[in-house]
């Protein structure tokens, strides 16, 4: 005799298959909602970046004034803990810094400029006097030059006569960009002076504009947090940056090559680009070698110095200078200086660190960034 037990009717299955079908309808609206926000974020991201690029001559002054207003913001502070009237107090800040500026470029330039105007002249010096070790070179690209010029003897008679247009196009564009430049740090001249001259009004009536009392506060501390850390990370990387251009002059002098306080200085404003200031400067600097002296090891001695002191400040000096509170993942710091020179041109150079460590300040306070946080540190 068989038994029904087991055997359920037809219509105590629609229940449990109406709840997976709702389970699977609610797991694909999920999916959706968030491939929806991915979405959303990319647009934002690629929107901005797109802005950031065709209104660069807005946006980079606009980013200059700030990162400069964070970093003159302390002592302005302490100007006007003293008495001294928040719009004096910013312009004396303002006006030591530019002059500060305009001495270093004007010590700094001078020699350089002069180096730069001779240099070529002691090329052919300089063929001579290594003419043993460029022979072998000199030979292939003679070499190359007589084959270049057999194709194009054999060319020429098919091809067809060009007509060369001249134009002005050169020069307004010279003219263009350097109108442009000028422009454009005047504006973050004065945007600068304007944001040290609010103090903190500016802050609180952009943080007015937040309805969320605990998303005012927490913006709030955020913008004092970036305030600090770039103001203190800028110092501390002036000061270690002042400190091996001295010292790379001092090893130049002793070395006997000529010229090495203004080599020191090259030095200290390269070493503000990550990664590739030190390569140009050791490139510029073995090119100043070769030409001040009469042999190759002499000649890389003042290369070797500058490797042995660059090596010492990048893995033992700034570490310990800056600490954990500004570790950086250093794969994070190049793509963001090759990203933001890309964007901006050597202004982004410089702005790319204070930006990677704004981003990081701001993925540690909100919860839901803390992951990107921690692959942002080193």
């Given amino acids: 005799m068989k038994s ?40 934002i991201i690629l929107g901005s970046i797109a802005f950031a690029y065709f209104a660069r001559s807005v946006v980079l002054p606009l980013m200059l004034a700030w990162v400069a207003s964070m970093t003159l913001k302390p ?11 928040a719009p ?7 006006g030591i810094f530019l002059v500060g500026i305009g001495f270093g470029a004007m010590w700094l330039g001078r ?23 460029l022979q072998p070179v000199m030979r292939f690209s003679a070499a190359a030059a007589r084959v270049g010029s057999m194709d194009a003897a054999q060319n020429s008679t098919n091809a067809v006569p060009t007509v060369a247009v001249k ?42 504009t937040i309805p969320d009392r605990q998303h005012k506060k927490r913006a ?11 103001s ?20 130049f002098w002793l070395l006997g090559m000529p010229s090495p ?39 890389l001695l003042p290369v070797a110095a500058y490797l042995l002191l660059h090596l010492v400040e990048s893995y033992l000096v700034t570490p310990f200078a800056l600490g954990q509170r500004f570790s950086l993942n250093r794969v994070m710091i190049f793509v963001a200086f090759i990203f933001c020179a890309w964007l901006w041109g050597v202004a982004g150079a410089l702005l790319a660190v204070p930006l990677l460590m704004s981003l990081k300040i701001v993925c540690e306070r909100v919860p839901g960034l803390s992951p990107a946080a921690e692959f942002l540190s080193d």
């Fill in 261 to 299: 306080a203004m080599w020191g200085g090259v030095v200290a404003v390269l070493n503000f680009l990550p990664f590739f200031g030190p390569t140009v400067g050791m490139v510029l600097v073995g090119l100043a070698g070769l030409i001040a002296f009469d042999t190759v090891g002499g000649a």
């Fill in 75 to 85: 002592p302005v502070t302490w100007l006007r803990n003293s008495h001294f009237p």
């Fill in 88 to 94: 004096l107090a910013a312009a004396i800040v303002l």
């Fill in 4 to 43: 029904f037990a087991a055997i359920s009717p037809p219509g105590e299955n629609r229940p449990r298959e109406s709840a997976a079908l709702n389970k699977k309808t609610a797991q694909a609206d999920s999916g959706l909602v968030r491939l929806t926000k991915i979405a959303e974020i990319l647009a």
């Fill in 220 to 230: 709030v501390e955020i913008s004092r947090e970036i305030q600090h850390s770039i």
């Fill in 111 to 133: 020699p350089a400029a002069q180096w730069v105007k001779s240099a070529p002249e002691k090329i052919p010096q300089l063929q001579e006097k290594f003419k043993n070790i």
């Fill in 167 to 208: 134009d002005n196009h050169m020069i307004g564009a010279m003219y263009e960009w350097t109108s442009s430049l000028f422009a454009g740090i005047g504006g973050a001249i004065v945007l600068t002076f304007l944001l040290l001259a609010s103090g903190d009004t500016f802050m609180q009536k952009l943080a007015n």
């Fill in 232 to 251: 203190g990370y800028l110092f501390t990387v002036s000061v270690i940056n002042t400190g091996v251009g001295c010292i790379a002059g001092t090893l």
